[in-house]
């Protein structure tokens, strides 16, 4: 089995930084693709940032310039660094790992994996 374990969320003022941790349990051999989702109520999920095992990253348009993505392979675990926060911003954020192969056994792969979800608020 694999579990996300979410961390860094919280309450900043706007224009604040904070940094989300997703940490992994298991005996992963490798992950394709990490990244952030956010979600509000009733909307669709969002795609934050993401990277490759290579290094690539994307961004969503409205964090481009403010939110950094990076991860270590060694450690599973993936960062969002989020600055200059923003009003807009406050969402329910979503680990997410795309392409996971690990071994419980057996050599398993799963497609998508997702953590719990972290609560940012930004305040004025």
């Known amino acids: 089995q694999v579990q996300l374990v979410e961390s860094g969320g919280g309450l900043v003022q706007a224009g604040g930084s904070l940094r989300l941790s997703c940490g992994t349990s298991?005996?992963?051999?490798?992950?394709?693709?990490m990244g952030w989702y956010r979600q509000a109520p009733g909307k669709v999920r969002k795609l934050v940032a993401d990277i490759l095992r290579g290094g690539s990253t994307n961004y969503g348009d409205s964090v481009k310039g403010r939110f950094t993505i990076s991860r270590d392979n060694d450690k599973n675990t993936v960062y969002l660094q989020m600055n200059n926060l923003r009003l807009e911003d406050t969402d329910v954020y979503y680990c997410?790992?795309?392409?996971?192969?690990?071994?419980?056994?057996?050599?398993?792969?799963?497609?998508?994996?997702w953590g719990q979800g972290t609560q940012v608020t930004v305040s004025s």
């Open positions: 298991g005996n992963i051999i490798s992950i394709d693709r």
């Open positions: 997410y790992l795309g392409g996971v192969i690990y071994h419980d056994g057996i050599y398993r792969t799963l497609n998508d994996v």
